[in-house]
């Protein structure tokens, strides 16, 4: 069994510390080399100085056998990488004058004359090799330190990312351990947690939360990821979902049925509708949806009672039935599904927020649920959102409604 | 003079480092330690791993004064910031009684049973102070390690944001030098500093775009702050903003015209109304949306001329100003936005991903304007939505069409 390889990641720039620009190079630059199984052991964000940039260097060199930096490669007084690297091999920067003709005939291609400042750009330690920018000016650099591949990209995300794509056949990437990823809807974290840890076996989990759903990664040989998933699906159920988020999965079981989708929603002000057509090829399920802000609207669009508005007012469970059924008719659609309640931060009538009712009406099921979330205006939106695609779901595919006390299994 | 005072960051997640989760808070971290003087010289990344989350924090706390450790405050077995500290302090884990009592009574009030592995989360080592979380359960945990002042928040951002937020009159700050925030609409960000730049005297500009929006962070002497804000006001004109997004300044305009307003979307599927309704106090002016995805519905609910869209599809100027006069008549508002076009992967008919149309509809003007969106399926949908707000924005406070390339001033 060899080893896995290993990297580490330094971005610089001033602006990424300073938080004008979220890094999101070296995400991308960690799903790529897990993808060849390089696993990245660290990420160091430093500022436009020589001597942080190249403590940095320092330090991660005897740690991994890949070090990718990027950012600093420009022709401005602050693109100090290349010096870094220099001062980090012992070695002066030497004009390299097959670069400097690449550049000037960039420039010339463009019919712009090549400003004084960009022949630093065709400087290199002398040991280090050039790497071809297919996009911008700056070549990126990559060199050996005490056995460490170092690899220096430009910054800009389109500039980096087909460079070190035309590098990775030639990194030392490791046999690919098997990973596998699962979804799962509304349950806490820490009961996903409590009832996939005992199940691992040799594999190991990680779980990643956002509101209303776990993501859990599995990983490890594959025999013992294909175990330990297979286990987890047993004991979690119907919470887990059969694709990676729950509007792809309600538009697989629509699609699965022949049904078309339609939406009214109250609270979520659109949300719903957004999360399903987020998905391309949504427009073959999804016909529509009527956002029926004003109480009058629910009436006027969705024909929900007047009297009934009137008796109960708008956040309530009938009336998130009588939207669905509305949305329904209006849209012309097999299955809908609605959302009515109390974003906040303001109590409507005798109801706190955070309170919601959601329902769907299709031609074989009628359900309401009821929503208590806690939070700011924001998350009481997004956790509506999640049980309405919920609701959706299990009743697209005949589940029993979700149950946060009900034990899965 | 004092130097000014220094931090680092840790963001603690092999989700980060694999890059399933990119790291937005190491640049919110900044951008707020910024605003009252303190500067972020490094942030690193690492994996959940006790030893690498306290050799991290070891080698950082005799550089700064601030370390902001983000992550690994759950309750899984993952979740290893607290024990890193409880190594770094070479102190043991203690069970605070006070942070079980509240964490008992977080799961009490939502009706649900704490699972064994919360207890974790009441944990400290005994010199660390707990931190309140207005929002999960997770507390924040601040120590003191050889003078450097150490704080564990957690990661999800709508945690940690209120937590750091509430601690910033604690921090060891720098003499508070004033703050400015602008935020303009749809102007590129190079465009936005080559004209701001020029104005900006002794006050110091920070800019951050997110797709259609550019925020300059405006810092310094209170005088130079004000003076810089007033020349960048009047070069910028009608794209700088009243409020701080799109939304409110849509709202308010609405509301002082005492008009109240309806959507028509197809390519944004609802994301404009969800935009609109995401501003507390929305229902005082937005009546609601209709999501007519499918091209019939466009007919049955907005009156679209079904010759016109058999004549030039959907997505076609003419038709984006039918819907927004169609969703005034349905949802009876006094002005409309609609939206049509194509949102990718794939080309609708002759049209390519990334082009729309967004119309206004009122009593006093009607406009459409054509949007070239490039980028994939949720940028395009979400540059939509940037200029469906800016034409709406405009035509209540009765301004120009946006121009990308007339000069603002």
């Known amino acids: 069994v060899t080893a896995q390889p290993t990297a580490e990641v330094i971005a610089v720039g001033d602006e990424l510390l300073r938080g004008d620009t979220v890094d999101t190079n070296g995400a991308w630059i960690g799903r790529t080399l897990a993808g060849i199984g390089i696993e990245v052991r660290q990420r160091t964000v430093v500022g436009d100085q020589v001597d942080q940039i190249r403590d940095a260097m320092r330090a991660a060199v005897p740690r991994v056998g890949l070090l ?19 001062d980090l091999l012992g070695e002066p920067l030497l004009l390299d004058e097959a670069l400097l003709q690449r550049l000037a005939e960039y420039f010339a291609d463009r ?6 400042g960009a022949v630093v750009q065709a400087m290199r330690p002398s040991s280090a090799w050039p790497i071809h920018n297919q996009v911008g000016t700056a ?46 809807a509304l349950l806490p974290e820490s009961l996903v947690a409590e009832l996939v840890e005992p199940l691992l076996g040799e594999a190991t ?101 007047a009297e009934l508005l009137d008796a109960r007012g708008p956040v309530d469970p009938e009336v998130a039935l009588a939207m669905a059924r509305g949305a329904r008719r209006a849209l012309d659609a097999d299955v809908a599904v609605a959302t009515t309640g109390v ?67």
Chains 1, 2 share one sequence.
């Open 343 to 409: 974003a906040g931060p303001d109590p409507v009538g005798p109801h706190p927020p955070g309170l919601a009712f959601v329902a769907v009406s299709s031609p074989e099921d009628e359900r309401v649920v009821r929503v208590d979330a806690r939070g700011d205006r924001e998350l009481v939106r997004t956790l509506t959102v999640a049980h309405a695609l919920d609701l959706l779901r299990r009743s697209l595919n005949r589940l029993p409604d979700y149950s946060a006390t009900a034990e899965p299994g």
């Open 68 to 86: 990718v930096v990027c950012g600093g490669l420009g022709p401005t007084a602050d693109d100090l990488t290349r010096d870094a690297l220099a």
């Open 139 to 184: 070549p990126g650099l990559r060199a050996t330190c005490d056995g460490c591949t170092v690899l220096l990209l430009p910054g800009p995300p389109r500039e980096l990312q087909p460079m070190l794509t035309g590098l990775l056949p030639q990194l030392p990437s490791a046999a690919p351990s098997s990973a596998r990823r699962l979804t799962v």
């Open 205 to 305: 989990a990680a779980y990643y939360a956002t509101p209303g759903r776990v993501v859990i990664r599995l990983t490890g040989a594959t025999e013992a990821v294909a175990a330990a998933t297979a286990r987890a699906a047993a004991v979690l159920g119907d919470v887990l979902l059969d694709r990676a988020d729950a509007a792809e999965s309600v538009l697989a079981a629509a699609e699965r049925r022949g049904w078309s989708v339609a939406v009214a929603e109250s609270l979520t002000g659109g949300l719903v509708t957004a999360s399903l057509t987020a998905v391309a090829g949504a427009s073959a399920v999804v016909r529509g949806g009527i956002v029926s802000y004003a109480t009058e609207v629910k009436d006027s669009l969705l024909d929900v009672p």
């Open 111 to 116: 019919q712009r004359s090549m400003p004084a």
